[in-house]
C-alpha cells in the first residue's frame, strides 16, 4: 500500500483543491477503509458555499472496503479486512444519555453545529490528525467509535451510497412521523430525499403517496412514480393545495414531509393547510427558515397538528436501508444518476445544486474512477 493518499479538499467558499496527505498508522481500535463511494447530500450544497477557516475533505455518504483493521476493531465491530460496509457520518462518545439510547445522531461530540471540537466525517477540519475525514478521498481513517453497517451481498457499492438518504427516509417517515398502513402521506420536494420518503411509505403499507415538485423536477417526479407515488403535483404549474384536496376528496393528508431545498415557509404552510382535519404530523428540517414571523400557530393549534424535525437518522434505521436495498424490492438505482472522480467533486457539488450536469438526482464521488490504481 502507498505511504500517501489523495483527497479532494475544500479550501474556501466553492473551490476544492486535490491534496496529498500520509496514510496514518493504524491502532489495534481502528481501521482504514478505502472509499468506494461517497454520495453528495443537499446540505453538502448549501456547506461548500460557507466561508469556514479550515480545510475540509467533504463527503459524508461512505461507502468503502475495509483495507486494514486493528485487532480490537475487528472483534468490536464484526468486521474484516475485505468486507464492503456503509460509514456513517457520526462519530459519537458512545457514553452519553443519547448514545446510550441508540440515538448518538444527538450526541454532543459529533454535533458540529453546536460543538465546535466535534468531530464528525465531511465536517471536519483536515488540519486534524489523521487528516481523513471525508468521503472525497481514497482512504477513510476509522476510529474506535466509527459506525458502520455490512453492505448485504448482491447490493453494489453504488447502491449501498445511497443508503444516508434512505436511512433517513426512514428515520423520518417511520419512526418520527409513524406512517404505516392506509396512511396518506404528502412529500416535498423529489429530491434523493424526498424519492427516499416515497421507499419507506411505500414499504410501509401507505394508501396514497403524493410527491410535489417544480418544472425543473421532470425526470425526478419520473422517478417518484416509478418508486411508488402515486401522483405528482407541479406546483408552479397548478395549485398544489386544490390538487390535494381533489385528489383526496377534500379529505386531506396525514403526513407531510418537507423535503425541498428551499421552499421554506411556503412548504410549511402547505403541510399546515393539506392535513386532515385533526391530528395530523409535519415532519420538517426548517433549515431554510430561521425565522417565521407570521407562524401560524392558530391553525396548528386548531388542527391539533404535531411538528417534528427531520435530523438524520438512528442504527436501526440504517440497518432497515441496508436491507431495503438488498431487497431490490424497488428500482433505487434510477435514482443513483450520475458519477465523478475526484478531480471533478468541484463540479459535482454544483450539479447537485442545479448548476452542473442536468437531471441529478444522487451523485456518487468515487474517488478511484479515472486511476489505474
Known amino acids: ?18 491534496r496529498e496527505f500520509p496514510l496514518p498508522d493504524i491502532p489495534e481500535d481502528a481501521a482504514l477503509m478505502k472509499v468506494e463511494v461517497a454520495g ?7 456547506n461548500y458555499k460557507k466561508d469556514v477557516p479550515y480545510p475540509i475533505i467533504m463527503g459524508h455518504e461512505n461507502v468503502g472496503v475495509i483495507a486494514k483493521a486493528g485487532k480490537k476493531f475487528v472483534e468490536r465491530k464484526g468486521v474484516k479486512e475485505g468486507d464492503l460496509v456503509f460509514l456513517e457520518h457520526y462519530l ?15 450526541c454532543e461530540a459529533t454535533d458540529w453545529h453546536h460543538n465546535p471540537g466535534a468531530i464528525r466525517y465531511g465536517y471536519t477540519s483536515a488540519e486534524i490528525a489523521p487528516h481523513l475525514w471525508g468521503g472525497f478521498g481514497r482512504y477513510m481513517y476509522l476510529p474506535w467509535n466509527a459506525v458502520l453497517h455490512k453492505v448485504p451481498p448482491g447490493v453494489t457499492p453504488e447502491l449501498a451510497g445511497i443508503g444516508t438518504p434512505l436511512a433517513n427516509g426512514i428515520q423520518w417517515a417511520l419512526f418520527e412521523a409513524g406512517i ?20 419507506a411509505a411505500k414499504q410501509a403499507g401507505a394508501e396514497l403517496i403524493i410527491v410535489t415538485g417544480t418544472s425543473k423536477d421532470t425526470k425526478r417526479l419520473e422517478v417518484a412514480r416509478a418508486l411508488g407515488a402515486d401522483y405528482t403535483i407541479v406546483v408552479d404549474k397548478e395549485d398544489p393545495l386544490e390538487r390535494i384536496m381533489e385528489i383526496t376528496s377534500r379529505k386531506g393528508v396525514d403526513v407531510s414531509v418537507d423535503c425541498t431545498a428551499g421552499a421554506g415557509t411556503k412548504a410549511l404552510l402547505l403541510g399546515v393547510e393539506a392535513l386532515k382535519r385533526k391530528g395530523g404530523i409535519i415532519v420538517t428540517q426548517g433549515n431554510e427558515m430561521p425565522t417565521f414571523p ?3 400557530i392558530e391553525r396548528i393549534t386548531l388542527k391539533y397538528i404535531t411538528i417534528k424535525s ?3 437518522h438512528n442504527y436501526r434505521a440504517c440497518e432497515y436501508a441496508m436491507q431495503q436495498l438488498a431487497s431490490h424490492r424497488f428500482p433505487i438505482e434510477l435514482a443513483t444518476t450520475h458519477r465523478f472522480g475526484i478531480q471533478e467533486v468541484d463540479y459535482a457539488i454544483k450539479s447537485v445544486g442545479g448548476e452542473g450536469a442536468k437531471d441529478v438526482i444522487h451523485v456518487s464521488v468515487m474517488p478511484w474512477k479515472d486511476s489505474a490504481a
Open 294 to 296: 407570521d407562524f401560524p
Open 180 to 199: 404505516g398502513y392506509g396512511s396518506r402521506v404528502l412529500v416535498q420536494g423529489p429530491g434523493q430525499q424526498g424519492l427516499a420518503q416515497v421507499i
Open 40 to 46: 453528495i447530500c443537499g446540505s453538502d450544497v448549501k
Open 92 to 106: 459519537p462518545c458512545m457514553t452519553c444519555e443519547w448514545c446510550h439510547l441508540g440515538e448518538y445522531r444527538h
Open 1 to 18: 500500500m502507498a505511504e500517501t493518499t489523495l483527497a479532494a479538499v475544500k479550501v474556501g467558499p466553492s473551490k476544492t483543491e486535490v
Open 310 to 312: 427531520a435530523r438524520g
